[in-house]
């Protein structure tokens, strides 16, 4: 019995011996802030679409891949392409359709020629708002869908696209 209240007699005084320690080594605050105040985001920010082509043309429709969230007044956007990574043997012609579906009906991007491997595409000239040049957007949430089509599909191997999406914040002045 004295063994356990010696040991918690000890025990108390290391805790109050930290404790002290503690209270001289607290006194100082280091806050660290990284800002990064979205005003639109789009949820997945990555999202993979996997195509395997088997045959000379055809069409893949992805529903609701991803929700695209617009936050403040201001905000347009334009889904851009990025250069392929090509792989094999390949001709190609793809094109795409973006739906966004809001709150106030629906919005249809349409992406002719997106790519063109050792095939011509031609393509309107037209400019097309949401991919050569920025689409407003009231605030709120949109489902984002995405039609694929391809055509004058040949050879063998693998090609990687990537589709960004640009948020351009207008600031209205006073």
Same mark, same amino acid.
């Given at each position: =019995?004295?063994?356990?209240?010696?040991?918690?007699?000890?025990?108390?005084?290391?805790?109050?011996?930290?404790?002290?320690?503690?209270?001289?080594?607290?006194?100082?605050?280091?806050? #660290? =802030?990284?800002?990064?105040?979205?005003?639109?985001?789009?949820?997945?920010?990555?999202?993979?679409?996997?195509?395997?082509?088997? #045959?000379?043309?055809?069409?893949?429709?992805?529903?609701?891949?991803?929700?695209?969230?617009?936050? &403040?007044?201001?905000?347009?956007?334009?889904? #851009?392409?990025?250069?392929?990574?090509?792989?094999?043997?390949?001709?190609?012609?793809? &094109?795409?359709?973006?739906?966004?579906?809001?709150?106030?009906?629906?919005?249809?991007?349409? =992406?002719?020629?997106?790519?063109?491997?050792?095939?011509?595409?031609?393509?309107?000239?037209?400019?097309?708002?949401?991919?050569?040049?920025?689409?407003?957007?009231?605030?709120?949430?949109? #489902?984002?869908?995405?039609?694929?089509?391809?055509?004058?599909?040949?050879?063998?191997?693998?090609?990687?696209?990537?589709?960004?999406?640009?948020?351009?914040?207008?600031?209205?002045?006073?």
């Amino acid at each position: =019995m004295k063994g356990k209240l010696a040991l918690a007699v000890i025990i108390a005084l290391v805790g109050a011996a930290a404790l002290s320690i503690a209270a001289v080594t607290a006194g100082q605050f280091l806050v #660290k =802030m990284r800002v990064d105040v979205p005003r639109a985001e789009l949820s997945p920010d990555t999202i993979e679409i996997p195509l395997d082509i088997d #045959k000379p043309e055809g069409r893949e429709v992805l529903a609701e891949v991803a929700v695209l969230r617009v936050y &403040g007044e201001g905000v347009a956007v334009a889904f #851009k392409t990025l250069e392929p990574d090509v792989q094999g043997s390949v001709s190609l012609i793809a &094109g795409a359709t973006i739906t966004l579906e809001g709150d106030e009906g629906s919005t249809v991007i349409h =992406m002719p020629c997106i790519l063109d491997i050792n095939v011509g595409c031609i393509r309107p000239l037209a400019i097309i708002p949401g991919y050569d040049a920025p689409l407003p957007l009231n605030p709120g949430e949109y #489902k984002v869908s995405i039609e694929i089509a391809w055509s004058s599909a040949s050879g063998k191997g693998e090609v990687n696209l990537p589709i960004t999406i640009e948020y351009i914040v207008e600031e209205r002045q006073p």
